[in-house]
């Protein structure tokens, strides 16, 4: 019926990578471990076809992989895989902070900034949830702020392995009050709607994640 939008509905794929990949990014399928798509598809109750487009997405998403007459395996994120994400996060949110500084409303910068200071004041007491809530809801709502689907779409690529990252040992307890003290100055900028100043607070803060994830990675504080 003329204007109505179509319903959408989630297909067996999507449904099977999104549970496969909370399933990796939150350590239940641990680094190096195998998958095997009759188990999967046999859990499911569906077809092999599901299961392989949904592990053709993950392996596109470089958190599985795939070698030759061995079988498909959880990966075991390495140096390079660290600095590739920071690097593309920092291309993406360095012209995303630049143009959510002009759009994105005081009454969002301000609720993100008090998160962040709620965040900071939790540290002090050993608490850092409230850390990784806001570090991620700051990221992902300046990219939102530009309105530009294809950087969002970019982002959200990144987000399984950041997150997987994370479950992993990065982004730990002594780091996170330097992430949160960049993410004032990034929030501070756009306050005052300088973009320049903010882009380079944006830029500062991803070049500092991937020092100390790499660090932490060199010195196994991540367990991969």
């Given amino acids: 019926m003329a204007g109505k939008s179509a319903l959408v509905v989630e297909s067996l794929a999507d449904q099977l990578y999104r549970i496969l990949c909370d399933r990796i990014v939150t350590g239940v399928f641990a680094p190096g471990s195998r998958l095997d798509p009759q188990v999967i598809a046999q859990e499911f109750g569906v077809s092999r076809t599901p299961v392989r487009d949904a592990l053709a997405r993950l392996e596109h998403d470089q958190l599985i992989e795939t070698r030759p007459r061995s079988g498909t395996f959880v990966a075991r994120p390495g140096v390079q895989d660290v600095r590739e994400v920071c690097q593309l996060r920092k291309g993406i949110e360095w012209v995303a902070t630049g143009l959510a500084t002009e759009l994105m409303p005081d009454s969002l910068i301000a609720d993100l900034r008090a998160e962040a200071v709620e965040a900071l004041s939790a540290l002090d007491k050993g608490d850092f949830e409230p850390f990784f809530a806001s570090d991620f809801r700051i990221h992902r709502e300046i990219v939102a702020a530009t309105g530009n689907e294809r950087l969002v779409r970019a982002r959200g690529s990144v987000e399984p392995f950041v997150a997987w990252l994370r479950i992993l040992g990065a982004t730990g307890p ?46 196994h504080a991540i367990s991969t």
């Fill in 174 to 219: 002594h780091r996170a009050r330097g992430s949160t003290e960049r993410h004032l100055q990034i929030l501070d900028a756009m306050a005052a709607r300088n973009a320049a100043a903010a882009q380079e607070a944006a830029a500062v803060h991803l070049d500092e994640v991937e020092e100390w994830t790499v660090a932490d990675m060199n010195s």
